[in-house]
Every structure is written in structure tokens, then in C-alpha cells.
């Protein structure tokens, strides 16, 4: 994520140190984006995550709330400026700074999309996968991103208690899920997930709960996957029929089912006969790693 110019009612500056102070305690991607803007970080007390709304903490003896549209309907506080419209419809995520109860400014904040994002999904779509997006970020920002990189379909605005739900949602269409996710919120979803994929650079929790784990944050790297285990399973199909067929030729001549016409193996041939079918299997299997 990046952050632009912050704009409030007075003291921009200030207002995006306290910001960043409390979200230099978070993981998340946002955090991360508003902490890279600011040179200067105070330290931060009583720190509290607000899940799927933002987090909060005291600097300087001030509460300060970092915190999503979402949090400021539920609060019913609302903001009259045409400039956050504007930023909105830009595709851009706006999370607002309340200091002391009172709403000070806001930050937008743009994605970042990887170059091979885009090149992942179009892969991913070759090979004949629905790929869908879940977001906490708006609508707006859900759009645009899923347009930019090629998504079938997105699901924005999902609260991290819901994404587990979600997942359950698209099963129940009769379709097996893989789900990549990195945080911490996203461990009932990964869970959920008829496989779960982890970033390795990702929290313990995501870690732990996920049943494949990626070494670097690289969206090529699940093409990958799905690629070496389609593979696998092909090579699976091949030696299974291999050895089948092999073995049902190999075993009846072994034990002289052809002795009336004048063919009889001797022990050591029929043990020679008998290995060459796991050999010829390894060997099979042996491929893989150099394709």
C-alpha cells in the first residue's frame, strides 16, 4: 500500500505521526502503507486492534483511533467533504484518524499491484481456475483492483470474522477452494479452505493453520503449485496404470500360466521381471523434476 497526501483540519503532519505510531503495532498491509509515510514514530500505549475496523492506542496522553468508514457508520459519525468521494472513486482506501473522540483527517491510501499478480491470474485462469478476491476494503477499491489484475469475482467489504463464512459460501456451489491468505484474520478462511495456503513471510497463526506454506510472497509461486501437483497426480494416473497393466501380464507369466506351451521363467527371471516394473515406475516418477 501507499499513502498520499493526508489532508484535515489542521496539522497534517502531526495527525499522520500519531497514525503511524499506533499502526506501526499492526500487520496489516494499510498499516504498513500509512507506517512507510511517516519519518517519525512515537511510542504507543494500550495498543488494541478494532478487527475489521482499523486499531487504536495512546500517544502522547491521546487516544488515537485509526480506523475504516465502516467504524464511522456504526458510530453514526459522518463526513461531509467531497474530496473523500473523490478518492474513493479513484479506487483508493480511505481510513480516517479520530483523536481525543474527535475526527481530525484521513488518509487515502492506493494499492500497490504487483506486476506478477496480473500474470498469476492469467495463468491461473488458463488453467481453467475461478479466481476471486476477499477484501475488508471497499467496494470501490474491490473494483478496480479486480478489474486491473483479471478476477473472475470479488467479495469486498468482508469483516475478518466473515471470511471463513464466505468460503463456506462458495463451496456450497459445488466447488473445491484454495484459499492464500497471510494474516491473522485470515486463519478461519485458510481453515475453512479445502486447502490452505500460507505465505511464509505471514503471521504464525496463518502459518499453522494452512496446509501448504509458500517459502517467498510470490504470487507465481501458487501457480506453481497447482502446476507441480497436477503433475503429480498425472504421474500418480500413469504409474498406477503402468504397473497394472504390467503386472497383470508379468504375474500369470511368472507363474507359468504359458508351461503347456513350452514357456516356463525360471525363479530368477520372474524375480528380474517382478523388479523391472519398479524400476521402470521410479524412473517415470524421476521425471517430474526435470520437466
Known amino acids: 500500500m501507499r499513502a498520499y497526501t493526508p489532508f484535515s483540519c489542521g496539522g497534517f503532519t502531526c495527525y499522520l505521526k500519531y497514525a503511524a505510531s499506533v499502526e506501526a503495532n499492526s500487520e496489516h498491509p494499510i498499516a504498513k502503507g500509512i507506517v512507510s509515510s511517516s519519518k517519525e514514530i512515537f511510542k504507543v500505549e ?3 486492534s478494532i478487527p ?15 480506523v475504516s468508514p465502516g467504524y464511522l457508520r456504526e458510530n453514526n459519525i459522518t463526513v461531509d467533504d467531497e474530496r473523500i468521494d473523490e478518492l474513493s472513486s479513484q479506487g483508493k482506501t480511505v481510513v480516517f484518524v479520530i483523536i481525543d473522540g474527535e475526527l481530525k483527517g484521513a488518509i487515502a491510501l492506493a494499492d500497490i499491484i504487483r506486476p506478477e499478480s496480473k500474470k498469476a491470474i492469467s495463468m491461473l485462469k488458463k488453467m481453467g ?6 477484501t475488508g476494503d471497499n467496494k470501490q477499491v474491490a473494483k478496480w483492483v479486480a478489474e486491473e489484475i483479471g478476477l473472475d469475482e470479488y467479495f469486498a467489504e468482508v469483516l475478518p ?3 471463513a463464512d464466505k468460503i463456506k459460501e462458495v463451496q456450497s ?6 484459499m492464500t491468505g497471510d ?8 481453515a475453512q479452505a479445502d486447502i490452505g495456503i500460507a505465505i511464509g513471510a505471514g503471521t504464525d497463526v496463518a502459518v499453522e493453520t494452512a496446509d501448504i506454506i509458500l517459502v517467498r510472497s510470490n504470487p507465481m509461486d501458487a501457480v506453481a503449485i497447482i502446476g507441480l501437483a497436477r503433475a503429480t497426480y498425472k504421474k500418480m494416473i500413469q504409474n498406477l496404470a503402468w504397473a497394472t ?14 508351461y503347456n506351451h513350452g514357456i516356463l521363467l525360471s525363479p530368477a527371471i520372474g524375480a528380474i521381471l517382478m523388479s523391472l516394473s519398479t524400476v521402470i515406475v521410479a524412473i517415470n516418477a524421476k521425471f517430474l523434476g526435470t520437466k
Open 46 to 48: 494500550e495498543f488494541r
Open 161 to 163: 470474522h466473515e471470511k
Open 183 to 190: 494474516g491473522v484474520n485470515d486463519a478461519p478462511a485458510l
Open 173 to 178: 456451489r459445488g466447488l473445491i477452494v484454495a
Open 52 to 66: 475489521g475496523k482499523g486499531a487504536e492506542g495512546k500517544v502522547d496522553g491521546k487516544e488515537v483511533k485509526v
Open 129 to 134: 481456475i475461478h479466481c476471486m478476491m476477499l
Open 245 to 258: 497393466g504390467y503386472n497383470a501380464f508379468a504375474i500369470p507369466l511368472a507363474a507359468g500360466v504359458l
